[in-house]
């Protein structure tokens, strides 16, 4: 079988599966409060682990001397390590055995997805909020440089405190 688990861990929850319910939901069951990388050095072929802020490890030389001695057994068995990090400064010891995929933040076109899908939730749930379209320019670049998720929350809250989508507040 060549399926793949995939475990998250983070610093409070410790390693939790991931797997889908029959309904198709994204569920979590903890397995184990082990320090992640020697968990990931007991675990069978084709595992996925994606590690949430362990970048604030790396500083720790054991944790980098983990890193290194576990980077070909763990590649010989298929065992993945996704680090999530919004920044990273890479050790020299383990530079060359690391692969950075860096996320472009949401352009104009996802940022009025996000504009219209508020407008929408907001109108089904509380009433109609002030906006006309040709305000997407002035909204969109006032949205530019956050993630998508920052830039959902940011439009909720000037929905929700001003009844409109106001560019000071986003």
Not at 73 to 82: C, D, G, L, Q, S
Request: charged letters at 25%; aromatic letters at 8%.
């Amino acid at each position: 079988d060549n399926a793949y688990s995939c475990y998250s861990w983070n610093i409070l929850k410790g390693i939790s599966q991931l797997e889908v319910n029959q309904e198709g939901l994204l569920c979590q069951r903890t397995v184990s409060n082990e320090q992640p990388l020697k968990w990931l050095n007991t675990q069978p072929r084709n595992i996925v682990l994606f590690l949430w802020n362990y970048h604030r490890f790396l500083n720790s030389f054991e944790i980098v001397q983990e890193l290194q001695d576990g980077r070909d057994t763990w590649k010989e068995n298929f065992r993945h390590i996704v680090m999530l990090v919004p920044d990273i400064i890479l050790p020299k010891e383990i530079e060359k055995s690391v692969t950075i995929i860096d996320f472009s933040l949401p352009g104009k076109n996802e940022i009025v997805d996000v504009i219209e899908n508020t407008l929408a939730g907001i109108e089904t749930n509380e009433g109609r909020i002030e906006h006309k379209e040709e305000d997407n320019n002035v909204l969109v670049n006032a949205a530019r440089g956050m993630t998508l998720f920052e830039a959902e929350n940011a439009f909720a809250l000037s929905a929700v405190t001003s009844k409109k989508f106001d560019p000071d507040i986003i």
